[in-house]
């Protein structure tokens, strides 16, 4: 069964720093592309980094440019994401997304990044 599994959520101090992982399994599902997105309480899931599994092009939402690196292992069907110079705005759950070359979209349960002040 296909599955997408996010991990390495947590509290940090602002200005610091996180790695986000994310695997999609069965490592035999091939994969188009993989990404991550955001969603605060209340509002709309936002669109964060995204990776092509094939190429490596990657693209970044204007708010985290400069500060967020999306990475990918894809013999492991695995992608991480950078953060760095944390701030209190980037608190929220990350949700990652992996799109198989064919068929639907797996939507991993979210891991919650939170910033102090």
Request: include cysteine; proline fraction near 3%; charged fraction near 25%.
């Amino acid at each position: 069964q296909e599955q997408v599994v996010e991990s390495g959520g947590g509290l940090v101090e602002a200005g610091g720093s996180l790695r986000l992982s994310c695997v999609a399994s069965p490592r035999s599902l091939s994969l188009h592309d993989m990404a991550w997105f955001r969603q605060a309480p209340g509002k709309e899931r936002e669109f964060v980094a995204r990776i092509n599994m094939i190429s490596g092009s990657t693209n970044y939402a204007d708010s985290v440019k400069g500060r967020f690196t999306i990475d990918k292992d894809s013999a492991e069907n695995t992608v991480f994401l950078d953060m760095k110079t944390l701030e209190p705005g980037d608190t929220t759950i990350y949700y990652c997304k992996a799109r198989p070359l064919l068929g639907r979209e797996y939507w991993g349960q979210g891991t919650q990044v939170t910033v102090s002040s």
